[in-house]
């Protein structure tokens, strides 16, 4: 299927920089089948205001993203609606929206996925605070780890120094206070996920559907740290929700407040607010 003009988000330093030979081939693919197309590579500087400008001035009928999560995050951020249908390429570390979309997909066939009258899903978007997520919100814990990670320069790779902080965060991390919609309570973590997977691979919501207009609630309390062992392979294969220190369950709201800036995460991007708003934005096309 050729399309008149395709917008292509692409992030160069992705997966310490292995994104580039996945961003190549698909390059090489569109090119072969002759639809024109622009190209804005992602430099972490006023990002969402460049898609924004970019996509106001042309006219665009399909949106690729090369990346991972983060460069989701950035897209979705920078849609003026949500007419347009959105193809993921998963070139970053943990692809954790990508392989929820497309299973076990191979890379040259997702590639391919524009080529080919491909079917289009809905996945729902939200917003904290005005900012949107699709695929979760963590407070807490994996707040702090998207927080030490985005800020420190490690000389591992990216999977290696998210699991350094994971055992860190794990030893030292103190449960703030906060009030969650009215109810005040010490937690260790909060996630309000939309889709079952994030973290690399964490199956945190286990239960959750990507289009059914709901987050799913997850929330932790203050626990000690052979808890924190104990748990964190549980999260890993989505065996925790009937754990007595878990709440679970479905929202379409939801309001945080602390007395200190807590920190917290949409895609894995970091962000550390007193307040934070969630609600339900509306639903985006990809590509399957």
């Not at 999260?235 to 939801?254: C, D, F, M, R």
Request: proline letters at 4%; glycine letters at 8%.
């Amino acid at each position: 299927m050729k399309f008149k003009h395709i917008l292509i988000v692409y992030n160069p330093s992705s997966n310490g920089g292995k994104s580039v030979s996945i961003y190549n081939e698909y390059i090489t693919n569109i090119k072969k089948e002759g639809s024109p197309f622009t190209v804005i590579k992602t430099t972490g500087l006023k990002d969402i205001e460049n898609i924004q400008r970019i996509i106001s001035s042309n006219s665009f009928d399909l949106i690729s993203i090369v990346g991972g999560d983060g460069t989701i995050n950035l897209t979705v951020n920078g849609l003026e609606n949500f007419d347009t249908p959105l193809h993921i390429v998963p070139a970053g570390t943990g692809n954790d929206l990508a392989r929820m979309l497309y299973g076990n997909l191979k890379i040259n066939e997702i590639i391919k996925l524009p080529s080919r009258f491909s079917q289009k899903v809905n996945i729902d978007l939200w917003s904290c605070n005005q900012i949107r997520f699709i695929n979760g919100f963590g407070a807490g814990f994996d707040g702090a780890i998207a927080k030490k990670t985005r800020s420190k320069t490690f000389l591992f790779s990216s999977k290696t120094k998210y699991w350094i902080e994971i055992v860190k965060q794990i030893l030292f991390f103190r449960s703030p206070k906060v009030e969650i919609n009215g109810e005040k309570t010490a937690i260790f973590m909060i996630a309000a996920a939309n889709g079952r997977d994030y973290g690399g691979g964490f199956k945190i919501a286990p239960r959750a559907i990507l289009d059914d207009k709901k987050l799913e609630f997850i929330q932790c309390e203050e626990i000690n740290i052979l808890l924190r062992l104990f748990y964190l392979p549980l999260v890993q294969a989505g065996k925790h929700l009937s754990k007595k220190a878990i709440t679970y369950k479905q929202i379409n709201e939801l309001h945080i407040s602390s007395n200190k800036p807590l920190p917290a995460h949409l895609d894995g991007e970091p962000l550390c607010e007193k307040n934070y708003h969630i609600k339900h934005e509306g639903q985006a096309k990809f590509l399957r």
